[in-house]
């Protein structure tokens, strides 16, 4: 007897096993299957077959976090992980304002309470910003001034929204908070007895279960099906129960996400004092970390990382996961690495680099919250953290390219937007980051993979470092390209400096000591000035040229030239080196008599240098690529 072969997903596949499978019975061996009734009947349970097998993959895929679709079905696996997908995030900004009162205030202090507003314009568009909280303050004289200084006030856009919920027999949670642009760090939950009672009680959000008791006043955040986000309060048993009678009062932020990002001018909305009173605002940095509520896509990718950490930091990826859940529109990058890895080693403190994203800045309000809420709550006891400014090395490169006119359409102008195309691509997908390697070969390869035309590709890189140094006085320079370095290859932009009173328009050059021969090219080297006419001035400094150390004791420089506000001091790479790795700052000696080597630290961001030839800075191309057709020889 046949058998049925229901093992196809395609309708028409399903329906001619069926058919196969009905031609196999006896009854039905006469049967034209295509023009007959019962054709129909296979379309009904071709379509049946189908749909159960479609609804069984669906419901398979949206078990699993990797392969769910729909936005419920991977928030209630993160939950199963224990993690509550971000919210919207309100922009913020740090602001410092005094206020000096008018004759008719007579008070010693004053106060900014959290419902004062303020607001700011961007792109022709008003948004209202609030303090985080109430802040009080003396009457205090600074430079001869008396006034009510209020510094470091961090203010929070959005519009503030307060939502009550009476407990009762038939609803005691959880309360669902009816607006979707919620910021749920604004979130602020207090309980009222009854009605008829003043008192509030405020309860604070927990993430865990971990000291947890029948009294403490705590509640939990979920997203719900609906996407909106409710609080859930104790049993009883793991947190305080609600009673019967009590009032629940939730106010916050309903934010703009990212729009108000960079507003740096802001006004108040009234008076703090009195009428006839002076005000000054000046903000400290400008607006940043607004961004929308978290995607699937960074669902999918922070929850397994945060159920790693078990809302502990201790690895270096606990810390980089926490950070970048608690920042993630302002911090584009994190690498973070154990005072023990250091060279020499710096025991019981841990090292953060954050890069910011392009645009925003790593203010100190930042830094100090991520030391609050990741590293004092979460971190050992004992761990001392130390944050560490990026520091960024400009790629530039000088590329030769090989082409067969025979077998393309392209010209040659676009043969070099191709290849110019693909380098762009390459920096956007594997550097301009923390922690990330310039692999020569990778590089290589995708600028010949550019066009099926190229026959040969000859790549050039170089490092450069931009020094912006003070220009009222002496000062020193030192700097490093962290990788080895030829000789004689050292060059700078113009720029002005003072020996004697007297101003010379000078560059940057290198001179290796004579003990610096090939093919090794280890040693030491001296940095000169040289004018526009070739005239060598003094030595002003020495490089490493197996470090990569530029060490520069004094020198004096009063201005720049072409618009710049820095100095690009670029230098080719040891013939032997191809690849720059942002590796830790461990020491890499290959020989016993070799020199030591140390790689790039963990806080050096690999970029693309953006240089336009200027041949008033004397700045070149930071990437100038040369395409030529190839040359047959009979």
């Known amino acids: ?75 209630s696996i993160a939950k199963s992980l224990g993690y ?20 008719t205030y007579t008070s010693t202090t004053a106060v900014l309470p959290r419902s004062y507003s303020f607001s700011g314009t961007r792109d022709g568009k008003t948004y209202t910003f609030y303090p985080e909280t109430d802040h009080t303050v003396s009457l205090e004289t600074r430079n001869g001034v008396d006034a009510f200084y209020f510094d470091d006030i961090v203010i929070k856009e959005g519009t503030r929204v307060s939502n009550n919920f009476i407990v ?81 009062t939730i106010d916050y932020l309903t934010c703009s996400a990212s729009a108000p990002n960079s507003i740096s001018t802001f006004s108040r909305s009234g008076v703090i004092t009195s009428a006839s009173e002076t005000v000054r605002i000046t903000a400290t940095a400008p607006a940043v970390g607004g961004t929308v509520k978290e995607t699937i896509a960074s669902i999918r990718k922070n929850a397994p990382r945060y159920n790693q950490t078990k809302n502990r930091a201790v690895t270096s990826s606990d810390y980089s996961s926490l950070i970048k859940e608690l ?72 590329a030769n390219i090989v082409y067969n006119n025979k077998i393309t359409t392209l010209t040659r102008g676009q043969i070099e937007l191709a290849a110019n195309n693909a ?5 956007n997908n594997n550097l301009n980051s923390l922690n990330k390697n310039f692999y020569y070969s990778r590089l290589h390869n995708a600028i010949y993979n550019s066009s099926a035309s190229i026959v040969s590709v000859n790549l050039v890189p170089y490092v450069q470092k931009r020094i912006t140094p003070t220009t009222t006085r002496q000062d020193s320079l030192n700097f490093t390209f962290n990788t080895k370095v030829q000789p004689r290859e050292l060059h700078s932009t113009w720029f002005n400096v003072v020996i004697n009173r007297a101003t010379f328009k000078v560059k940057l050059i290198d001179e290796p000591r004579s003990g610096v021969v090939g093919p090794l090219y280890s040693g030491i080297g001296d940095i000169r000035l040289q004018k526009a006419d070739g005239t060598k001035l003094r030595k002003i400094g020495t490089i490493d040229y197996d470090t990569g150390k530029v060490s520069i004791s004094e020198i004096y420089i009063s201005g720049f030239y072409g618009g710049d506000t820095f100095i690009r001091v670029t230098t080719g790479l040891h013939d032997d080196t191809k690849d720059i790795k942002t590796s830790i700052l461990t020491r890499i000696s290959p020989e016993s008599t070799s020199a030591i080597v140390p790689a790039p630290s963990k806080n050096t961001v690999l970029k693309l240098d953006d240089s336009s030839l200027n041949a008033l800075s004397g700045a070149r191309s930071g990437v100038k690529i040369t395409a030529s057709v190839q040359v047959e020889v009979d």
């Open 1 to 75: 007897m046949a058998q049925a072969n229901l093992t196809e997903l395609d309708f028409d596949n399903i329906k001619q096993d069926l058919k196969e499978y009905l031609q196999g019975q006896a009854e039905f061996s006469d049967y034209d299957f295509e023009g007959s009734a019962l054709s129909v009947l296979l379309d009904i349970l071709a379509y049946n077959t189908h749909y159960n097998a479609m609804l069984s993959h669906m419901l398979a895929n949206e078990a699993f976090l990797d392969t769910a679709i729909k936005r419920t079905s991977v928030v």
């Open 84 to 103: 509550t997908p971000r919210s919207r995030r309100s922009a913020f900004s740090t602001i410092s304002l005094y206020v000096v009162p008018g004759n």
């Open 168 to 248: 009762s027999t038939n609803i005691s949670g959880p309360f669902v908070l009816p607006n979707p642009n919620i910021d749920t760090t604004s979130i602020r939950v207090r309980v009222r007895s009854s009605g008829t009672s003043a008192v509030f009680e405020t309860y604070n959000l927990n993430t865990t279960i971990l000291d947890i008791t029948s009294t403490t006043k705590a509640y939990w955040l979920e997203e719900n099906v609906d996407g909106l986000f409710v609080v859930k309060f104790g049993d009883g048993v793991l947190g305080r129960a609600l009673a019967n009678g009590n009032i629940v």
């Open 327 to 398: 920042y993630p529109s302002a911090i584009e990058s994190v690498t973070v690495w154990g005072g023990e890895e250091n060279d020499p080693p710096i025991y019981g403190k841990v090292f953060i680099s954050l890069n910011p994203v392009t645009g925003t800045s790593i203010t100190q309000t930042i830094k100090d919250d991520i030391i609050n809420r990741v590293v004092t709550p979460k971190a050992p006891v004992a761990i001392i953290p130390e944050f560490v400014d990026p520091e960024y090395t400009f790629i530039s490169l000088r």
């Open 423 to 427: 380098i762009t691509e390459y920096f």
